[in-house]
């Protein structure tokens, strides 16, 4: 699975967007880019994932660059109980065994 | 109703005990996973199972030993606790197959003195 770089950490105000970065030059055609986010001490949570396309759902938008080496996840509406660990994490198609490799994240912290 | 759920939440025990974390999904799913994350906030899996059978073990040692009775349950049991297995375990689970997401349970944090 191909290795991804975060910031460390983003600050955001309360009711702007959030747009958190990601980069994956190494990600190959058959690896989908997922976020996760891990609000302070509880279980990781799933928000969204892609391939090629732009998604969204409820929670959040994914951008995914043409080149596919670099993505952006946006919170539209940010909120405190946003602020939480968000970690971009890589993963083939071809795996079976659905093991996700957490980096260290980017800490977004949301201010009124 | 909580989808991923492990008992208990917080474990403090003693060098050289044995222990058990317990998980339950009430999802449906057919795979389910171990994570330990260390005092430095690090996510890693553990064990992987589909269908009661392991299909991931990352290097564990050997004194960790999952059990799955079930498809709805895996267990956790550590033998001969050291200090440096004091950590945050979270369970997870999920459907197999590609692009299926992971949910998490609310995880154990594991103290040993």
């Known amino acids: 699975d191909a290795k991804t770089t975060q910031p460390t950490s983003m600050d955001c105000a309360e009711g702007r967007a959030a747009n958190l970065p990601c980069n994956h030059s190494?990600?190959?055609?058959?690896?989908?880019v997922y976020w996760y986010r891990q609000i302070h001490s509880q279980g990781p949570q799933y928000i969204i994932h892609?391939?090629?396309n732009n998604e969204t759902n409820e929670m959040a938008s994914l951008i995914i660059t043409e080149d596919r080496k670099s993505s952006t996840l946006i919170l539209p509406h940010a909120t405190l109980r946003d602020t939480a660990v968000y970690y971009c994490?890589?993963?083939?198609?071809?795996?079976?065994?659905?093991?996700?490799?957490f980096g260290q994240g980017t800490t977004l912290q949301v201010k009124p | 109703d909580t989808a991923v759920s492990q008992t208990p939440k917080y474990l403090v025990t003693q060098m050289g005990n044995d222990k058990s974390i317990k998980c339950e999904q009430n999802?449906?799913?057919?795979?389910m996973y171990w994570y330990k994350q260390d005092s430095k906030k690090f996510l890693k899996i553990m064990f992987s199972?589909?269908?009661?059978?392991?299909?991931i073990n990352e290097t564990v040692p050997n004194r960790f030993s999952p059990k799955s009775p079930d498809k709805a349950h895996l267990n956790l049991h550590i033998n001969s606790l050291e200090l440096g297995d004091s950590a945050v375990y979270f369970c997870?689970?999920?459907?197999?197959?590609?692009?299926?997401?992971?949910?998490f349970g609310p995880g154990t944090r594991l103290t040993v003195t």
């Open positions: 999802l449906g799913h057919d795979t």
């Open positions: 892609g391939l090629k």
């Open positions: 190494t990600i190959s055609g058959n690896e989908y």
């Open positions: 994490i890589v993963r083939g198609v071809s795996s079976n065994t659905g093991k996700l490799i």
């Open positions: 199972y589909n269908n009661k059978e392991l299909i």
């Open positions: 997870a689970s999920s459907r197999t197959g590609q692009g299926n997401e992971q949910y």
